[in-house]
């Protein structure tokens, strides 16, 4: 088993930045990579980006150029760094560990709360 503790949300002004962390323990030696995602109230989870265990990257592109994610080595932590922050991006966000073999998020975070105000 996996888990994972999401820190690092807050209330932040239009424009400005924000870097949540995604701590994890466990069989960490079985994950291949981890997302982060975000749901604002009445919306669908949306997913933001992902970092594989070779440390590439990928981003929704409604995020792309202005967030990063990035982690420590050994495994223990991703981040994810949230710069030119936008109302629209106030949302609860969580992170997630995919397992190898697996073609789902496996384990996932509590979540914390991101709120932009323009």
């Known amino acids: 088993q996996v888990q994972l503790v999401e820190s690092g949300g807050g209330l932040v002004q239009t424009g400005g930045s924000l870097t949540l962390s995604c701590a994890m323990s466990?069989?960490?030696?079985?994950?291949?990579?981890v997302g982060w995602y975000r749901q604002a109230p009445g919306n669908e989870r949306e997913w933001v980006g992902l970092i594989r265990r070779e440390g590439t990257t990928d981003y929704a592109d409604s995020v792309k150029g202005r967030f990063t994610i990035s982690r420590d080595n050994p495994w223990n932590t991703v981040y994810l760094q949230m710069n030119s922050l936008k109302p629209e991006d106030t949302a609860v966000y969580y992170c997630?560990?995919?397992?190898?073999?697996?073609?789902?998020?496996?384990?996932w975070g509590q979540g914390t709360q991101v709120t932009v105000s323009s």
């Open positions: 997630a560990a995919l397992d190898y073999g697996s073609n789902q998020y496996d384990h």
């Open positions: 466990g069989r960490l030696f079985n994950v291949r990579a």
